[in-house]
C-alpha cells in the first residue's frame, strides 16, 4: 500500500493540477467497479453526481497525467472520498470485487486513460478487452418472490388500461332502454284450493304528477332517507357501492348502496331481478341518464314510481292511502313517515304492523335528523313535530271484505319464508294458489256476523263501534290454514286482527303451562308429580311460592278463592293463582320454551320468563295461537303453517320453490294429549260449555285479556283447530278499549261470543264429516285421584281440612288423607289412630268410649255414621252429601270444605284407601 507517493499539497496561486499515473501501481479494472486513483474534490451536495468539469478555456477536461494532484479549495469531501483520500486503492480479492455492484459516481476527469479509452469503445476496460458484456446477477432467495418494480408497475398500468377498454366498451354497448313493463304491471290471481278466484291485484294504485305538486319538505325528506348528496354527486357513488357489498358480505344487512338516479334506473327501465347483468345495465344506464336528463326531471321520475305500500306507487297515491291528503300538502312529518316507508314498506307500516312501531320511528327520526344535517330544517321546528298517525283505513276497489285481509296474509307469509320479495312480488305475473276453502270462509264469516256483527247497535251503544273480531282455522294433520277471518271490511278497516300481535292471549295460554309442566315431569313445590289431580291453592292473591324475583300474588277472576282444588278444576275455573303457582313448579323458561316449541313464534311480545307468563301476558297473534293448539291436536307433533298450495310465474310452474312441510314431535304424546282430556272437561262442565253447540268431541280453553279489552276461545275437534278472538278498538285513534257494555251485555268474556263463533263455524265447517273421538295416551296416573294436601300439624280436635278451623259436632272430626284404622265415636282420628278420651273441639271428654257409629263399614258399601254433615258456614265443594264409601274403601266428599265451613256429624265412614278430591265431575 505504500508504494504509491503522498500526495502533495498545491502551492498557492498555482493552478490545480492532475496527480500523476503510475502504472507500476494501478489494479487492474473489472466490469464491477470503474478505479480510479485517489483524489480529493470539492463536493457542493453530496448523493448527486458531480458534472464535468471544465478548465478556464471552457474545455472540458478529461483524466490526464499529471506531474501531483491537487486538491480543490472548499473541501467538504463526502465519505467515500475521504476514504480514497485516506488509503489509495488496493487490489480486492475477485469474489470481494465481483459482489460490488453500486459505486460512487466518478468524475470524468477523474477515469484512468484506459478507463476513458475502453468507455469511448463502449464498454468497461474488461468489456472492451474480451467483447462481451457482463451477466445481471441472478437473484436467489426469497428475493425470487417478489416481483420488481418493473413488473408491478406494468401490471398496474394494464389493469388501468384494460378498466377504462371495458368502461368505454360498456358505455358504447348499453343503451337507454323504454320504459319497462312496470308501467303497465301484470296483476297477481290469487285463488282458492279449488282453483277459484280470490282476488286480483292488477289494478295499481298510481297517480303521476309533476315535481312542483310535491310539496318541498315532502321532496327533502325522501333525499334525506335515500340520497342526500342528489344534487352534488355523479350518477353512481362507488364509495356507497362497496360499502354496501362489504356490510352485506360481513352481515351486517343487506344494503343497496345505490343512488337515487340508479333507483329509479331500476325501477323505470329495467326489471326487478337481482343480477350482475341487470346492476351492470343501470350502472352505464344511470351514467348516460344523468347526462341527458336534469336531476329535477330524475327525482321527479323517482318519487312517481317508488313502491311505498298499500298498494301504492309513487308519492301522490302513497299521500292519498296514508294521510288522505295530496302530495303537495304534505308536512315535514308525513313526508319524512312516507320517506321511511319506501326503505321497507311492509316493515315500516304501523298500523299493519303494530309491533314494529319502534323500528318504524326510528327509520322516521333518522329522516328528520338527516333534514337537519343537511339545513332543510331548523333545529326547532324539527322538535316541534310529532309522529302523524296514518289512517286506519284505505280505499282498495277490488280488496273489500275479507279479500284484502287474505292477500295480505298471503304475502306476509310469502315475505317471512323468502319465498319471494317484495320487488319480486309487485313486478307481478304470479298466479298464486291457497290452501284457503272458500266453504269454509263463508262459514267463518256468516258465524260472526251472526253471533257479533248483527247484535251491534253502533248508533244507540257507543261500545259497540269498538268491537272488532279475528279468527283462523287450521287442519291439525297437514298445518294448512283452511279459513281465516280478517275483520269487518279490508276498505274500512286496514289491520287484520287473525295476524296483529298487540292484544294479550289471556287464559288461552294457560294449557301450554300443563303441557310443559307433563313433558318435563314437574313436581309440586312439596314434590308431588303434577297431573290432572294434583291439588293446588286456588286462594285470591295467594303468593306464589319458590320464586327468587320478587313478590308475585295473582289475582283471580273476580277476586274468587277457591282453596285446595285439582289441576282440573282450576282449569275449568280458570284460577289465574293455581296456574301462577304451576308455572314456578315447572321453571317459566321451561313454559317460555313448550310455548315455542307448540308453534309460538320465538319473537312473540312479551313472552317473558317470569310466573305471570301464566296468565296470558304475551301478546301472540290468533294465526300464531291456532297453530299452536293444531299441535296439541296433532297428539304434539308440530307443522308449520301454509296458506300457499304453489306458485306459478308467467304460466310456467316450478320457477317458485316453496319451503317444504315438515313435521316434528316437539312434546311428548302423553304431554299433548293429557291436556287434551284437561280441556275436554273445560267444554263439558267449565267456562266454555257454549263449544258443546259443535254437536262433536271438543277441547277448548276461554281466555279474557287485561281490563277485557279481549276475549278468546281456542278450541278443537280431532279434525280442526280454531281459534276466535273478539277485540276492542277504537275507530279512531286506534287504541284498544275495553268491550264492557258490548252487545247489550255487561261484560264479553271467551264463554260468551268467542266460543259462539267458534261452535257454529265448526258445525257447519265440519257438516257431513263423521263425528271422531279424541284417541287418547295419558301421562302415567293422570286418571288416578289424588288426596288434597294435609296440614302437617293440625290441632286436636279440629278438621285439618279445613280453611275456617271449624269445630266437630258430636266429637268427632276427619282428617283429610289417607285413613286406615277404625273411626271411633266421640274420637276425633289423626291418621286413623284412635286416642280414647282425648277432647275434641267442644271442650268434652269421652273416656273408653265405643266405635259404635250406627253402622257398619263395608267395601262397596255404605257407612251409616248415625248423623248427619252440616255445613255450618257454606260448603264449597264440589261433591255430594255425607259417608258414602265406594270400592276400595274410597270415600266421597261428604263433611269436606274447599273453602271453609263447619262440618258437623260424625267421621264419615271407614275408608281403606285415600279420600277423593272434591271434583263436580
Do not use: C
Not at 217 to 240: C, G, M, N, W
Not at 292 to 314: C, F, M, P, Q
Not at 458 to 487: E, F, H, Q, S
Amino acid at each position: 500500500m505504500t508504494d504509491q507517493p503522498e500526495p502533495q499539497q498545491p502551492k498557492q496561486g498555482s493552478a490545480p493540477k492532475e496527480p500523476a499515473v503510475q502504472p507500476d501501481a494501478k489494479p487492474e479494472p473489472t466490469a464491477a467497479e470503474p478505479v480510479t486513483e485517489p483524489v480529493t474534490r470539492p463536493v457542493t451536495e453530496p448523493d448527486v453526481e458531480p458534472e464535468v468539469d471544465r478548465d478556464a478555456d471552457g474545455a472540458q477536461t478529461v483524466a490526464q497525467p499529471v506531474a501531483e494532484p491537487s486538491v480543490d479549495p472548499a473541501p467538504e469531501p463526502d465519505a467515500d472520498r475521504e476514504r480514497t483520500v485516506a488509503q489509495p486503492p488496493v487490489r480486492e480479492p475477485v469474489a470481494q470485487r465481483e459482489q460490488t455492484v453500486v459505486q460512487p459516481a466518478v468524475r470524468a476527469d477523474d477515469v484512468r486513460p484506459e478507463a476513458a479509452a475502453a468507455g469511448a469503445a463502449g464498454g468497461t476496460p474488461e468489456t472492451a478487452a474480451n467483447g462481451k458484456k457482463p451477466k445481471r446477477p441472478r437473484r436467489t432467495g426469497w428475493r425470487r418472490l417478489i416481483p420488481t418494480w418493473r413488473f408491478v408497475l406494468g401490471t398496474f398500468l394494464l389493469g388501468i388500461l384494460l378498466v377504462i377498454g371495458l368502461f368505454a366498451l360498456g358505455y358504447y354497448m348499453v343503451n337507454i332502454p323504454a320504459a319497462n313493463a312496470a308501467a303497465m304491471k301484470q296483476s297477481n290471481v290469487y285463488l282458492y284450493a279449488d282453483g277459484s278466484q280470490l282476488a286480483r291485484d292488477g289494478e295499481v294504485n298510481r297517480e303521476n304528477v309533476n315535481l312542483s305538486q310535491i310539496s318541498k319538505d315532502a321532496q327533502h325528506a325522501v333525499l334525506a332517507a335515500e340520497d342526500r348528496d342528489f344534487y352534488t354527486e355523479s350518477a353512481i357513488d362507488p364509495k356507497a357501492m362497496i360499502r354496501a357489498a362489504w356490510n352485506t358480505v360481513t352481515g351486517k344487512g343487506k344494503q343497496s348502496g345505490s343512488t337515487i338516479t340508479q333507483q329509479y334506473v331500476k325501477n323505470y327501465y329495467l326489471a326487478q331481478e337481482q343480477t350482475v347483468t341487470r346492476k351492470v345495465k343501470e350502472f352505464f344506464i344511470s351514467i348516460k341518464l344523468d347526462r341527458v336528463k336534469s336531476k329535477d326531471e330524475i327525482l321527479e321520475g323517482y318519487l312517481n314510481t317508488s313502491y311505498a305500500g298499500r298498494n301504492s306507487y309513487g308519492l301522490q297515491a302513497a299521500a292519498q292511502a296514508y294521510y288522505g291528503v295530496d302530495a303537495v300538502d304534505l308536512t315535514a312529518g308525513q313526508g319524512a313517515y312516507l320517506a321511511a316507508l319506501l326503505n321497507a314498506p311492509s316493515e315500516y307500516d304501523v298500523i299493519a304492523h303494530p309491533e314494529n312501531r319502534p323500528a318504524a320511528l326510528a327509520r322516521w327520526n333518522y329522516v328528520l335528523d338527516g333534514m337537519v344535517t343537511k339545513g332543510w330544517l331548523t333545529e326547532s321546528a324539527r322538535k316541534a313535530i310529532k309522529f302523524p298517525e296514518p289512517r286506519q283505513s284505505i280505499v282498495s276497489t277490488g280488496m273489500s271484505g275479507q279479500r284484502g285481509y287474505l292477500v295480505k296474509a298471503v304475502n306476509d307469509y310469502l315475505f317471512d319464508n323468502k319465498i319471494l320479495t317484495e320487488d319480486q312480488l309487485q313486478a307481478g305475473g304470479y298466479r298464486i294458489t291457497t290452501t284457503l276453502q272458500k266453504p269454509k270462509q263463508d262459514a267463518f264469516v256468516k258465524a260472526v256476523n251472526d253471533k257479533v256483527m248483527k247484535k251491534l247497535d253502533k248508533k244507540n251503544n257507543k261500545v259497540d263501534n269498538y268491537v272488532r273480531a279475528g279468527g283462523v282455522a287450521i287442519d291439525p294433520a297437514t298445518g294448512k290454514v283452511l279459513a281465516m277471518y280478517g275483520g269487518i271490511d279490508y276498505t274500512k278497516q286496514y289491520v287484520n286482527n287473525a295476524t296483529r300481535r298487540d292484544y294479550q292471549d289471556g287464559s288461552t295460554f294457560k294449557p301450554f303451562v300443563f303441557t310443559s309442566a307433563v313433558q318435563n315431569g314437574s313436581v309440586t313445590q312439596d314434590g308431588q308429580t303434577i297431573t290432572p289431580n294434583t291439588y293446588y291453592d286456588g286462594t285470591n292473591k295467594r303468593p306464589v311460592q319458590g320464586w327468587s324475583g320478587g313478590e308475585y300474588a295473582p289475582e283471580n277472576e273476580d277476586q274468587n278463592s277457591y282453596g285446595n282444588i285439582t289441576v282440573r278444576t282450576a282449569t275449568n275455573k280458570s284460577v289465574n293463582a293455581v296456574y301462577a303457582q304451576m308455572a314456578v313448579d315447572v321453571g317459566p323458561a321451561k313454559v317460555k320454551q313448550t310455548a315455542i316449541d307448540l308453534g309460538l313464534p320465538s319473537d312473540t311480545p312479551d313472552l317473558n320468563p317470569y310466573p305471570s307468563i301464566a296468565l296470558g301476558t304475551s301478546t301472540a297473534s290468533v294465526l300464531d295461537m291456532t297453530e299452536a293448539y293444531a299441535t296439541l291436536a296433532n297428539h304434539g307433533k308440530h307443522g308449520t303453517y301454509t296458506i300457499i298450495e304453489k306458485i306459478t310465474k308467467d304460466g310456467q310452474t316450478g320457477t317458485v320453490t316453496l319451503p317444504k312441510q315438515k313435521t316434528k314431535q316437539v312434546v311428548s304424546r302423553e304431554a299433548a294429549d293429557t291436556t287434551t282430556a284437561v280441556l275436554q272437561s273445560v267444554v263439558e262442565e267449565g267456562t266454555a260449555t257454549a263449544a258443546q253447540e259443535a254437536d262433536r268431541p271438543v277441547a277448548g280453553k276461554t281466555g279474557t285479556a287485561e281490563e277485557d279489552t279481549a276475549a278468546w276461545f281456542a278450541g278443537y275437534t280431532p279434525d280442526l283447530a280454531t281459534v276466535v278472538s273478539v277485540m276492542g278498538q277504537d275507530p279512531v285513534t286506534g287504541k284498544h278499549r275495553s268491550l264492557y257494555g258490548a252487545m247489550g251485555l255487561q261484560r264479553v268474556n271467551g264463554g260468551g261470543a268467542p266460543a259462539e263463533i267458534w261452535a257454529q263455524f265448526t258445525k257447519d265447517a265440519l257438516k257431513g264429516k263423521e263425528a271422531k273421538d279424541f284417541d287418547l295416551q295419558l301421562q302415567e296416573g293422570a286418571d288416578e285421584e289424588q288426596a288434597p294436601p294435609v296440614d302437617p300439624n293440625p290441632e286436636p280436635g279440629t278438621d285439618a281440612g279445613q280453611d275456617n278451623g271449624g269445630t266437630t259436632d258430636g266429637g268427632t272430626t276427619e282428617t283429610p288423607g289417607a285413613t286406615t284404622g277404625a273411626t271411633t265415636g266421640a274420637t276425633p282420628t289423626t291418621g286413623g289412630a284412635t286416642t280414647g278420651g282425648t277432647p275434641t273441639t267442644g271442650g268434652t271428654t269421652t273416656t273408653g268410649g265405643t266405635t259404635d257409629t250406627g253402622g257398619t263399614t263395608t267395601t262397596g258399601g255404605t257407612t251409616n255414621t248415625g248423623g248427619t254433615t252440616t255445613t255450618g258456614g257454606g260448603t264449597t265443594g264440589t261433591g255430594g252429601t255425607g259417608g258414602t264409601t265406594t270400592d276400595g274403601g274410597t270415600t266421597g266428599t261428604g263433611g269436606t270444605s274447599d273453602s271453609g265451613g263447619d262440618t258437623g256429624g260424625t267421621t264419615p265412614g271407614v275408608t281403606t284407601g285415600a279420600l277423593t278430591s272434591a271434583r263436580r265431575d
